[in-house]
Nanobody, 114 residues
């Protein structure tokens, strides 16, 4: 059972990245998925959420810039990040939240230069 976030990298302010969260060994379709991030010296914070039936929620500071989506057929969840800002620099993690289990993936680093 594994969850892996990918797609991070170095981007200039105003640019875009799409993060992917891939599951292996289990199916994501019954799980609620959250994207979290942790900036240097700060606590991990939740940013976007998608329920198993597709309802989404974004924190105010990423609203209108980030979009979470899922493709159950591909067993993937995505985070499209537009209009990136230097303060978005962080390690990004995905979390699969089931009724009895919760899985964290290894993070992917996003660095936004000014």
């Amino acid at each position: 059972v594994q969850l892996q976030a990918s797609g991070g990298g170095l981007v200039q302010a105003g640019g875009s990245l799409r993060l992917s969260c891939a599951a292996s060994g289990f199916s994501l379709h019954n799980y609620n998925i959250g994207w979290f991030r942790q900036a240097p010296g700060k606590e991990r914070e939740g940013i976007s959420y998608i329920s198993s039936d597709g309802q989404t929620y974004n924190r105010e500071f990423v609203k209108d810039r980030f979009t979470i989506s899922r493709d159950n057929a591909e067993n993937m969840v995505y985070l499209q990040m537009n209009s990136l800002k230097p303060e978005d620099t962080a390690v990004y993690y995905c979390n699969a939240m089931g009724l009895m289990q919760s899985y964290w993936g290894q993070g992917t680093l996003v660095t936004v230069s000014s």
